[in-house]
């Protein structure tokens, strides 16, 4: 008799629906469970607050619905020897006590079938208890609970809980659940302390679509700081983020090669009031390289000059970052004035600064120094934070510490001497590397004009090599024998018998051949080509060296490379938009076209920057025209990030076939879609756009063709 009183009151009561998740959620809310490609959307709404939270699908979810929310009654699973409230209580207090996972969800899950979910601290301690699993699957049993839980009480679970959720989500390598409930905390304005943000940050930023969602979250965090300071709220400084999350997360970007988003990023820090530390600065470095911003990159160099001798090696990868860019420009004179001052021992700085100097501040206008508006970055180019979990992993390709010193890798040397030989200016190329010689500035050390001679050879470039052969000579540097046989070998092999003749001149006139006449000379040379080998036994390791691998590489990377007139174009482009001066943007980015040059994504960003700044919805669509003929034809690869752009600018233009468009090329190139972001953008604008409005009702094409794409959107957000 009670078996039957206790169905009918629980099938009166409880409403059971299964969710793509694989487990039971009581149905208490009146809004329709929403469902998506990639995770499955609870929406709760109540009076006070309004927000959206989701619910996510993983691989190791266990089909058991043993251990499964649900609210319908399977008599053969309940003990009812203990069937009382306190028993069963009695027996999750237990349970939760012995740290026994299983059976503590195992006596929830009975409790909840008769009354409801128990008390709050008990809930408190059943998540905390899920909180210290490591398997996802209790994880994502914990998260389940905290959505049904802000469903029926919103006001039930203390911030504290859910940052020990977030966190463990974090760690445990699942982000979207983890961007799920600091989203939850962010729109009740209870976001955990700073440190503990930075620390779910530092683990969600190992993988591409953390560092996505993370982004996305900083971004959300700083308008939501940005309104509330603006309404001069109490809340503001609880939300302003600080320097450590934004280095985490601009490091990650430069990990996965995310520009646009690193600079967008990298905007907030004035905006928002943050200090760029020393691990800013190099970080911001990087993603000015990675957009090939010299300008930019240039306005932090003055600074970097003026630091203390033990920041020098802190700071090798900013000089990396500046000289590769002097390279990208094709800026030869550059990119060896550089060099000239890496090669200054620094001597003249003080090892030792007072402290008041060493942590003084100065302001970097972001963007051009002829800007008269713009936004201005604080800098503290000797501040590191001691206790930063921070790791920088800054690549050594063109600058590297060695010694106390900057010095050139082969990599660099190899850009310095193809682009001199391009540009036929040999002599030029001799006195820096004397230079570099004299100060050992290059991985080679004191044999570095020998060595470029070598590889010189062994590529086949003669003339180049001794035309720098004749320069070291004059400067009063001269080569050792071995270089003089390798050279006067390759003459012989390539029957270059005048040229033969005059460096065997100068060698008997710096004394190298003494008591051997021109014949035995020849006729040692001839022997090694008969013997098929290029160089004398003494060079032959240096024939195939580090630096001739270098060259060879550098001239096939070459042919891969943007050419310089697109960096050129593309800092133009920037200057203007930076400057609203859309009219002199538009016209060299038509100048571009007309020289048959194919603009780069950063072509677009900047001009659809400029558009969306003015609210110039319409032109982001001829942009968009242009990319697509572009992608078509091959000449450019979009981004996500900018694929991300288009699509918020054309949801707030209301452009929803363009979104649709947009939305399916990210599908073909299997791109992960931050939907929430998507939705909360549609809902803030177009909330009841068409809500009611169907087909049949429409009263044009056009509408109809657009409420066709509206209800698509709708459908691919999770919003009906």
């Known amino acids: ?69 649900c609210t319908a009654v399977h008599p053969e699973r309940l003990c009812w020897e203990g069937s009382s409230r306190a028993a069963m209580l009695k027996r999750l207090e237990v349970a939760l006590k012995e740290h026994q996972v299983n059976e503590v969800w195992e006596s929830f899950i009975d409790f909840k079938r008769l009354h409801g979910f128990p008390e709050g601290f008990l809930i408190h301690k059943l998540i905390t208890e899920l909180c210290y699993s490591s398997d996802p699957y209790w994880l994502q049993k914990a998260c389940d609970l905290v959505l049904v839980n802000l469903r029926e009480r919103s006001d039930l ?3 504290d809980i859910l940052t020990k959720l977030s966190l463990s989500l974090a760690r445990c390598q699942m982000p979207k659940p983890a961007m799920m409930i600091l989203r939850l905390m962010l729109e009740k304005r209870n976001l955990p302390p700073m440190n503990v943000l930075c620390l779910v940050a530092l683990h969600m930023v190992k993988t591409e679509i953390g560092i996505h969602l993370a982004s996305n979250f900083l971004i959300q965090i700083c308008h939501h700081f940005q309104c509330l300071r603006a309404k001069k709220s109490d809340h503001a400084k609880l939300l302003q983020p600080d320097t450590m999350i934004f280095n985490l ?125 713009g936004l201005n970055m604080q ?17 050594q390709e063109l600058v590297m510490y060695l010694n106390g010193k900057l010095v050139l890798s082969n990599r660099a040397l190899a850009k310095l001497i193809t682009r001199y030989k391009k540009d036929g200016d040999i002599s030029e190329l001799s006195k820096l590397l004397l230079k570099i010689q ?57 029957k270059m018998f005048p040229e033969a003749k005059a460096l065997l001149k100068q060698m008997r006139k710096a004394g190298l051949l003494v008591n051997l006449s021109d014949e035995m000379v020849a006729s040692t040379c001839l022997s090694v080509v008969d013997s098929t080998s290029l160089c004398t036994s003494a060079s032959i390791s240096t024939g195939k060296s580090d630096l001739a691998n270098a060259l060879v590489q550098e001239m096939r990377d ?7 007139r697109v960096y050129q174009f593309n800092s133009s482009i920037n200057f203007f938009c930076k400057a609203k001066m859309i009219d002199d943007a538009l016209k060299t980015y038509k100048r571009m076209q007309e020289l048959k040059i194919h603009p780069t994504e950063e072509t677009f960003t900047y001009m659809i920057n400029v558009y969306s700044s003015l609210g110039m919805f319409r032109n982001i669509t001829f942009l968009w025209g242009d990319m697509k003929r572009n992608m078509d034809n091959g000449n450019l690869v979009v981004s996500r990030d900018l694929y991300e752009y288009l699509l918020l600018n054309f949801l707030r233009g209301g452009y929803f076939e363009r979104v649709m468009e947009v939305i399916n090329y990210m599908k073909e190139h299997s791109m992960f879609a931050d939907k929430w972001m998507y939705r909360s953008e549609f809902l803030k604008l177009h909330k009841n756009l068409y809500k009611n409005l169907k087909a049949s009702e429409a009263r044009t094409d056009a509408q109809r063709k657009r409420l066709e794409y509206v209800q698509a959107f709708r459908k691919w957000a999770g919003i009906d």
């Open 1 to 69: 008799m009670a078996l039957i009183l206790s169905k009918k009151i629980l099938g009166r009561n409880c409403i059971t629906r299964r969710c793509s998740l694989g487990f039971y959620v009581a149905s208490v809310i009146q809004r329709t469970t929403l469902l998506s490609n990639y995770d499955t959307e609870l929406v709760a709404s109540g009076r006070s607050i309004n927000f959206t939270v989701s619910s996510i699908s993983y691989e190791q979810h266990r089909n058991s619905s043993s251990q499964n929310f």
């Open 157 to 159: 679970l203390q911030s």
């Open 249 to 373: 997360v601009l490091n990650a970007c430069v990990k996965f090669k995310l520009s646009l988003k690193g600079q967008q990023i990298m905007e907030l820090m004035p905006a928002t009031g943050v200090v760029a530390d020393a691990h800013s600065i190099v970080i911001i470095a990087q993603i000015h390289e990675l957009n090939g911003q010299r300008e930019e990159i240039k306005n932090y160099k003055c600074y970097m000059d003026q630091v203390s001798a033990p920041f020098l090696q802190h700071y090798r990868q900013f000089y990396d970052s500046l000289l590769s860019l002097h390279f990208k420009f094709n800026d030869v004179v550059a990119a060896s004035e550089l060099i000239l001052q890496m090669c200054d021992d620094r001597k003249s700085l003080p090892i030792k600064r007072d402290k008041k100097n060493s942590q003084r501040s100065y302001l970097v206008p972001i963007g051009s120094h002829n800007l008269k508006s």
């Open 379 to 395: 800098i503290f180019p000797e501040l590191l934070q001691k206790d930063s979990v921070l790791k920088l992993e800054g690549k």
């Open 438 to 494: 004299k100060d050992l500035c290059s991985l080679r050390g004191s044999r570095l004009g020998n060595d470029v001679i070598h590889a010189c050879i062994h590529l086949g470039w003669l003339e180049t090599a001794h035309d720098i052969f004749d320069d070291m000579e004059t400067a009063e540097a001269p080569m050792g024998y071995s270089t003089c046989m390798s050279l006067l070998t390759a003459y012989y092999k390539r």
């Open 558 to 564: 070459e042919k891969e490379e943007i050419p310089s």
